[in-house]
């Protein structure tokens, strides 16, 4: 069965510093999402991409996170300086095709990066 | 009132039983509803789509209801491993900024 990958697993990363997330979405899955999820909080949602583009941004994405899709396979977030409130878990999803409302939403396993 | 809200529980369940949660939301330009598990540290699964008329999927049960804005989940015949948190999500096309929005979800524990 086809699954979204992260990587990498677990990301400790000094205040200040820039970090990549990587995902690689289910591939014949047109929508692609970041979400995070403090640790005993709800998972908020970051971001959706669709078509090469940001489709949607919560006021959680500021100019400090941006995302790239850079070949056919790859889905990244960055997050230019980090912060000790960044640290998370962070899950990409994909959806497939359809109707653009379908939102059905398969999940990789997360990257929990912590900031010290 | 908050976006979308959920009972935090614990549902402490014997083995066998069934059990409901329900889900409010605010939005009513609203339009999906899912329910999704996340065990511990783990990512968020999908388990149903929640559509108009209910649906159904084995043991799980859906239900919407637009009237009074929530929506639910039965479980019959509950297993151990249907212990999990239950997570309801949200969708409004129209309110920009919050267009997905996930319930804190409701812990359930199936117990032997």
């Known amino acids: 069965e086809p699954e979204v990958t992260q990587t990498p697993s677990h990301q400790v990363t000094q205040m200040g510093q820039e970090v990549i997330l990587r995902c690689v979405p289910i591939s014949n899955h047109l929508y692609f999402y970041w979400y995070r999820q403090i640790l005993g909080q709800k998972v908020e949602f970051l971001v959706s991409?669709?078509?090469?583009?940001?489709?949607?941004k919560s006021e959680i994405f500021d100019d400090q996170f941006s995302v790239e899709r850079p070949d056919g396979s790859n889905f990244t977030l960055k997050i230019r300086s980090t912060k000790l409130e960044d640290s998370a878990m962070y899950f990409c999803?994909?959806?497939?095709?359809?109707?653009?409302?379908?939102?059905?939403?398969?999940f990789g396993p997360g990257t929990r990066l912590t900031v010290t | 009132r908050k976006e979308v809200e959920q009972d935090p529980g614990p549902f402490n369940v014997p083995e066998g039983a069934t059990v409901a949660f329900n889900c409010t939301y605010s939005?009513?330009?609203?339009?999906?509803f899912f329910w999704y598990r996340q065990d511990c540290r783990k990512e968020p699964k999908l388990l149903m789509s929640v559509y108009s008329s209910g649906n159904e999927d084995g043991r799980f049960t859906a239900q919407l209801n637009r009237a009074s804005q929530y929506i639910s989940l039965l479980i019959r015949d509950s297993k151990l491993s249907d212990s999990a948190t239950y997570l309801c999500v949200v969708f409004t096309p129209m309110n920009r900024d919050d267009k997905i929005i996930f319930g804190k979800g409701t812990r359930l524990h199936i117990l032997p």
């Open positions: 999803a994909s959806s497939p095709p359809g109707l653009a409302d379908s939102y059905e939403q398969y």
């Open positions: 939005n009513s330009a609203s339009q999906s």
């Open positions: 991409f669709y078509n090469n583009e940001i489709s949607e």
